[in-house]
């Protein structure tokens, strides 16, 4: 049976009773108050579905409250669909496909989507490798910057990487541990200052680092007990034993792939939540032993305290 026939994707009512016990493992927590005790369901034919009551407070909630989902009109069953859709895609799923599969507006599919992405952002601090362990970097270009700022140090004069321009492109920044996690930043210009602080900033500096020969990453074999190597591109060296930076590229490969073939576009300002649902994907994926049932219940893990509006969306 297809996992998108279960209840829970078509029945209202088990729709919330599937995320009350996904965010509610121990029972009805009140949003207002904190409160565990003295919370009852409300009853009557006038009464939404999921409403409950905490006598501590007074006051009513469901379990949207604090969540993506607070204040929206769309049912849960319909954003239950749309969970899985996203996880389940490896290069992601547009709004224009919502849009249509799920029978909503294009807007609404869209801000959905963006909320979505946000419950995805794991806000993880903890730093990627550690003793014994590789971590590749690598910055990749992707998109017109809508503000570019020209180096002060090129004039005008297009940097290339491979042959071609990166002038007046956003900047993406990669970091992955081998067999491990990805971490993936948007940077305003990848330049040796900004590029260096996230490197040290993410990585365990027990780890050994693997780049290509790009001068953004000079001298930061000293910060690394593991040192820093280094294959030449340029010279067609790709691998050397097991130094190389294949494995961000691969992710690189996927983001771009999704980023050109499904989403087309996206602005600047939102770059950040689209590198968090590429992130999200590959860090619980199917190699590490998550499908993509397990995949969109972790999305629903990370719904609380992620409120976000559309006013809020479309502000720079």
């Known amino acids: 049976m297809s996992i998108l026939s279960e209840k829970h994707f078509h029945d209202e009512k088990e729709a919330y009773k599937f995320v009350e016990r996904r965010l509610w493992a121990n029972g009805p927590i009140c949003p207002h108050c904190g409160g565990i005790e003295r919370i009852s369901p409300m009853k009557g034919k006038s009464t939404r579905i999921g409403v409950y009551k905490c006598y501590q407070c007074r006051k009513p909630f469901t379990v949207k409250v604090g969540t993506i989902f607070e204040s929206s009109h769309i049912k849960m069953h319909l954003w239950l669909q749309a969970i899985f859709l996203m996880a389940s895609s490896k290069k992601g799923i547009s709004s224009n496909q919502l849009h249509r599969t799920l029978g909503v507006t294009l807007k609404t599919a869209w801000f959905m989507s963006h909320r979505i992405r946000e419950a995805m952002r794991d806000g993880k601090l903890g730093p990627l490798g550690g003793?014994?362990?590789?971590?590749?970097?690598?910055?990749?270009?992707?998109?017109?910057?809508?503000?570019?700022?020209?180096?002060?140090?090129?004039?005008?004069?297009?940097?290339?990487?491979?042959?071609?321009?990166?002038?007046?492109?956003?900047?993406?920044?990669?970091?992955?541990?081998?067999?491990?996690?990805?971490?993936?930043?948007?940077?305003?210009?990848?330049?040796?200052?900004?590029?260096?602080?996230?490197?040290?900033?993410?990585?365990?500096?027990?780890?050994?680092?693997?780049?290509?020969?790009?001068?953004?990453?000079?001298?930061?074999?000293?910060?690394?007990?593991?040192?820093?190597?280094?294959?030449?591109?340029?010279?067609?060296?790709?691998?050397?034993?097991?130094?190389?930076?294949?494995?961000?590229?691969?992710?690189?490969?996927?983001?771009?792939?999704?980023?050109?073939?499904?989403?087309?576009?996206?602005?600047?300002?939102?770059?950040?939540?689209?590198?968090?649902?590429?992130?999200?994907?590959?860090?619980?994926?199917?190699?590490?032993?998550?499908?993509?049932?397990?995949?969109?219940?972790?999305?629903?893990?990370?719904?609380?305290?992620?409120?976000?509006?559309?006013?809020?969306?479309?502000?720079?």
């Open 131 to 316: 003793k014994g362990k590789v971590v590749e970097a690598d910055e990749t270009y992707f998109g017109k910057q809508e503000n570019p700022q020209p180096s002060k140090y090129r004039k005008g004069r297009p940097y290339t990487r491979g042959g071609v321009g990166t002038a007046g492109k956003r900047a993406i920044l990669g970091l992955v541990e081998r067999r491990g996690e990805v971490r993936s930043f948007h940077v305003a210009q990848a330049n040796k200052e900004n590029v260096s602080k996230l490197v040290t900033n993410n990585i365990h500096r027990e780890s050994a680092l693997h780049t290509d020969e790009s001068n953004l990453y000079w001298g930061m074999g000293a910060h690394f007990e593991g040192g820093h190597e280094t294959v030449k591109h340029t010279a067609k060296e790709y691998v050397r034993g097991d130094v190389h930076s294949n494995t961000i590229e691969s992710y690189f490969s996927i983001f771009k792939r999704g980023m050109r073939g499904t989403y087309q576009h996206c602005a600047e300002k939102h770059l950040h939540r689209y590198l968090a649902e590429f992130d999200f994907r590959h860090n619980r994926r199917i190699a590490l032993g998550i499908g993509d049932e397990s995949r969109a219940n972790r999305i629903l893990d990370g719904v609380i305290g992620k409120r976000l509006t559309y006013e809020t969306t479309l502000a720079r």
